[in-house]
């Protein structure tokens, strides 16, 4: 069973720059699909970044601010976020995904391992 704990949440002002890491283990991250998602109070669930073993997906509200990348080594995922904005505030969760039905690459459905969440506030 994969366990998954993120990291690196925090509060910031507008324009500025988190790194949020996602840790697993139990199970290799290098061919999985990975996910981060978000959620913020009063919000549904929605896909940030997705990560395969050749192609990324991301969210149109993050595309050219948001990196998602992993390191084998180190059995981790991370998304490297930049020039945040108020609207970015959620709970942010690492997903994976091994066996699960498939509804796309940013569809929470498609994952079925997930981590506790890490906070981002952006203030403005």
């Known amino acids: 069973q994969v366990q998954l704990v993120e990291s690196g949440g925090g509060s910031v002002q507008a324009g500025g720059s988190l790194r949020l890491s996602c840790a697993a283990s139990?199970?290799?991250?290098?061919?999985?699909?990975m996910g981060w998602f978000r959620q913020a109070p009063g919000k549904e669930r929605e896909g940030v970044a997705a990560?395969?073993?050749?192609?990324?997906s991301y969210a149109d509200s993050v595309k050219g601010r948001f990196t998602i990348s992993r390191d084998s080594a180190k059995n981790t995922v991370y998304l490297q976020m930049n020039t945040l904005k108020p609207e970015d505030t959620a709970m942010y969760y690492c997903?994976?995904?091994?066996?699960?039905?498939?509804?796309?690459?940013?569809?929470?459905?498609?994952?079925?391992?997930w981590g506790q969440g890490t906070q981002v506030t952006v203030s403005s």
């Open positions: 990560i395969a073993a050749f192609d990324t």
């Open positions: 997903a994976a995904r091994y066996t699960a039905a498939w509804y796309g690459p940013l569809a929470p459905g498609s994952y079925n391992a």
């Open positions: 139990g199970a290799s991250v290098s061919n999985a699909r």
